[in-house]
C-alpha cells in the first residue's frame, strides 16, 4: 500500500522560502501523479501545484505561479515543492497526494490513491 510523508515545513518570515518533501514508500511513485495541496485554517482544501507521472508536465494555481517550483525524481521515490517569497496567508498545513491521472477534468483532480499526513508551513515574523 502507498504511503507518502511529507517534510520541511516550518517557520518562515514572509518573503522567506521553504522546500517540502514528499517521500513515498510501499509503492512506486511513477505511476502517479503527484500533487501538493493546501489547507489554511477555516478553509477548503485547494490546489497548489500538480506534476505528471514523468514530471514532463507541470501546473500551478495561479497565486503560486512563479513563485513556487513543484518537481521530482522517480529514482528517488520523491517529490519536492520549492516555495520562495512566501506570504502570511499561504500559512497551511501542505499535504502531497498521487493522483492516478495528471488531468482528469482538472490537474491532479481525479481519484488520490493516497494523501500524506500533512506539514505545517506558518509565514510569520
Known amino acids: 500500500q502507498l504511503q507518502l510523508v511529507e517534510s520541511g515545513g516550518g517557520l518562515v518570515q514572509p518573503g522567506g522560502s521553504l522546500r517540502l518533501s514528499c517521500a513515498a514508500s510501499?509503492?512506486?511513485?511513477?505511476?502517479?501523479?503527484i500533487g501538493w495541496f493546501r489547507q489554511a485554517p477555516g478553509k477548503e482544501r485547494e490546489r497548489v501545484s500538480c506534476?505528471?507521472?514523468?514530471?514532463?508536465?507541470?501546473n500551478y494555481a495561479d497565486p503560486v505561479k512563479g513563485r513556487f517550483t513543484i518537481s521530482r525524481d522517480n529514482a528517488k521515490n520523491t517529490a519536492w515543492l520549492q516555495m520562495h517569497n512566501l506570504k502570511p496567508e499561504e500559512t497551511a498545513v501542505y499535504y502531497c497526494?498521487?493522483?492516478?491521472?495528471?488531468?482528469?477534468?482538472?490537474?491532479?483532480?481525479?481519484?488520490?490513491?493516497?494523501w500524506g499526513q500533512g506539514t505545517t508551513v506558518t509565514v510569520s515574523s
Open positions: 510501499g509503492g512506486t511513485l511513477a505511476s502517479y501523479a
Open positions: 497526494t498521487a493522483v492516478v491521472a495528471y488531468y482528469s477534468g482538472g490537474y491532479c483532480s481525479g481519484h488520490k490513491e493516497a
Open positions: 506534476i505528471s507521472n514523468s514530471g514532463g508536465s507541470t
